[in-house]
């Protein structure tokens, strides 16, 4: 890794740095507690008490244990220090700030590929770049672990807190004079300028956060960098170059709080008359059922031979049976060849609603209806089986 950083193979450099993580982890895991007691358990078992020239005591095994820890300790550190150049030279400038903040100078060597000078440096700027007020504060000002690297700075640190109490006057002027000092850096040197530029337009967007308008005059040289934002689009502001006025486009909260308003009326109106619709689909013992293609679900029709006038059932219908099952009853298909009149169903329906209570009558020639003979006729082979069919409904 610190040859291809040398070299300038950065994305060579992010291939091992994924290879090196994985072999932290599992250095880190082998070191756990749980896995030191399993191998000690393992070592006193043994009866050989020295193994290349270690001791299985007690004592030789926390040392190694200790010297173990710092070992990843110090290649953690590395780690982040180098992923955090990657990500700088990338261009991901957040990415390369919180990896810059993960890195504890206590267990880094020095010096190294740089030194806690620079990168006290390489993380203010990136954090000033990425960063807002309150991240600011949090990350980099009451962080134990960035103070360290900040000590030595008393520049940056200055810098930082002119930033979070908006003296960007100020913070732009020790920007200025600490250029040269930043483009002698070898690994800062190409980004120097883009962080500039992206600082610069954070510190223009948080100085005209609060206000409504505000006098071009003062800033007279910043027009064209104030129309870029707003082409852009990060500025939501119109410029007036008679008046040498910025005024701001401002967002009418009243409005915007209607809107919400009206639109969670209509969710919970729309709600409602499901809510509704549903309540009155039960009380009607209606029960639809989406017919999926694995598993299709026959209808349930009504039997006709029960009395279901005192004592409703809930019935599993399909969308085409609905109707006929609101109707109380399931029509019987029609004779072939001709029609039922309306009160011929009414009279057939009439027995069989009440089958179940009637007393059974022996089936004898009498009891069945007589059949005219259709001997010689054209349509005789129609009627025979429209009188089954009939029979059948009776």
């Known amino acids: 890794m610190e040859a291809s950083i040398w070299v300038g193979e950065w994305q060579r450099v992010d291939t091992i740095a994924a290879q090196a993580e994985r072999s932290m982890k599992e250095a880190e895991e082998a070191e756990s507690p749980l896995c030191i007691q399993q191998a000690g358990s393992t070592a006193a078992s043994r009866t050989r008490p020295v193994i290349f020239g270690v001791s299985s005591s007690a004592t030789s095994r926390a040392a190694v244990t200790k010297c173990t820890r710092l070992l990843i300790s110090s290649g953690r550190a590395k780690l982040d220090a180098a992923c955090g150049l990657s990500k700088l030279q990338a261009g991901r400038y957040k990415q390369a700030a919180d990896r810059f903040l993960k890195v504890d100078l206590d267990f880094l060597d020095s010096p190294w590929l740089f030194s806690a000078s620079d990168m006290a440096v390489y993380c203010t700027l990136c954090a000033i770049a990425s960063y ?6 949090k990350k980099v000002i009451h962080d134990g672990n960035c103070r360290k690297f900040l000590e030595s700075e008393p520049k940056l640190v200055e810098l930082l ?140 029709h009504v039997d006709e031979s029960s009395d279901t006038s005192n004592t409703p059932t809930r019935q599993k219908v399909s969308v085409q049976n609905m109707m006929r099952v609101l109707r109380g009853r399931v029509v019987p298909p029609l ?42 006729s054209p349509s005789g082979s129609a009627a025979a089986p429209a009188a089954s069919q009939q029979l059948q409904v009776v």
């Open 132 to 137: 807002d007020r309150s991240e600011l504060k």
């Open 335 to 376: 004779p072939q060849g001709g029609t039922v009149a309306p009160e011929a169903t009414a009279k057939a329906a009439a027995p069989a609603a009440n089958a179940s209570s009637a007393p059974p009558v022996p089936a004898s020639a009498n009891n069945l209806p007589s059949v005219p003979a259709a001997e010689n």
């Open 161 to 300: 807190q002119c930033i979070i109490k908006s003296q960007f006057g100020r913070a732009l002027d020790i920007l200025k004079d600490m250029k040269d000092r930043f483009l002698l850096d070898p690994y800062l040197s190409s980004h120097v300028d883009p962080l500039y530029a992206v600082i610069r337009e954070r510190a223009l967007l948080q100085y005209l956060e609060p206000f409504a308008s505000a006098d071009l005059n003062a800033m007279a040289n910043l027009e064209n960098e104030l129309v870029a934002l707003c082409e852009q689009g990060q500025l939501a502001a119109r410029i007036d170059a008679v008046g040498a006025t910025i005024r701001m486009v401002l967002t009418d909260e009243r409005e915007d709080n209607y809107k919400k308003i009206i639109d969670g009326c209509d969710d919970m109106i729309e709600r409602c008359e499901a809510a509704i619709l549903r309540a009155v689909m039960q009380q009607a013992c209606i029960c639809i059922n989406p017919e999926g293609r694995a598993k299709r679900k026959t209808a349930t």
